[in-house]
T-cell receptor, first 113, second 117 residues
């Protein structure tokens, strides 16, 4: 398996624009996580899906952020409108039911100017 | 809520020497998992080692071992025979095992490890 695949790897956008980050989890993994990494706050969970259903979205910062998982092989994290404070590395991770290890993608570095 | 604390923002060690990275955590749960993740400059998060709280024996993976002190809520990582490839950010992380819906990881702030040739 190619692992968790995220796209794009880097994104630079202007304030106010819509940004969509994409994730393809490892086949067969039931849980999918979106984490954000910043210097100030470290790594924090944004949202977590199990079997395509959002289980915990308490980490989503505000209404500008939304996440979807339309099927078992694809998820998106959308920011609209983007702001400079959204600049961070966004990680997607997946995990099979009953297992303890989460497998991370290589992250998307987002810069909002 | 659980918290994870890494009190050493930076550490350095001479190549081939041993270094220990510290981690403490706070929880009211009796059963949980603890992890050490490595993040090299490539940004990839790589699992180094994991420990189940109900196991008294400390986990080991080749040159990596942990000192798990449940009563003290301490979970340190020891790297023996340090190699240049060990240079990275190291994150300690906690995960509940109790209920469905608690599979998220709670991370510490990380320790940047430098290996001196």
């Amino acid at each position: 398996d190619a692992g968790v695949i995220q796209s794009p790897r880097h994104e630079v956008t202007e304030m106010g624009q819509e940004v969509t980050l994409r994730c393809k989890p490892i086949s067969g993994h039931n849980s999918l996580f979106w984490y954000r990494q910043t210097m100030m706050r470290g790594l924090e969970l944004l949202i977590y899906f199990n079997n395509n259903v959002p289980i915990d979205d308490s980490g989503m910062p505000e209404d500008r952020f939304s996440a979807k998982m339309p099927n078992a092989s694809f998820s998106t994290l959308k920011i609209q409108p983007s702001e400079p404070r959204d600049s961070a590395v966004y990680f997607c991770a997946s995990q099979p039911d009953g297992e303890t290890e989460a497998f991370f993608g290589q992250g998307t570095r987002l810069t909002v100017v | 809520a659980q918290t994870v604390t890494q009190s050493q923002p930076e550490m350095s060690v001479q190549e081939a020497e041993t270094v220990t990275l510290s981690c403490t955590y706070d929880t009211s749960e009796s059963d949980y998992y603890l992890f050490w993740y490595k993040q090299p400059p490539s940004r990839q998060m790589i699992l180094v080692i994991r420990q189940e709280a109900y196991k008294q024996q400390n986990a080991t993976e080749n040159r990596f071992s942990v000192n798990f002190q449940k009563a003290a809520k301490s979970f340190s990582l020891k790297i023996s025979d340090s190699q240049l490839g060990d240079a990275a950010m190291y994150f300690c992380a906690y995960r509940s095992v109790t209920n469905f819906g608690n599979e998220k990881l709670t991370f510490g702030t990380g320790t940047r490890l430098t290996i001196i040739p």
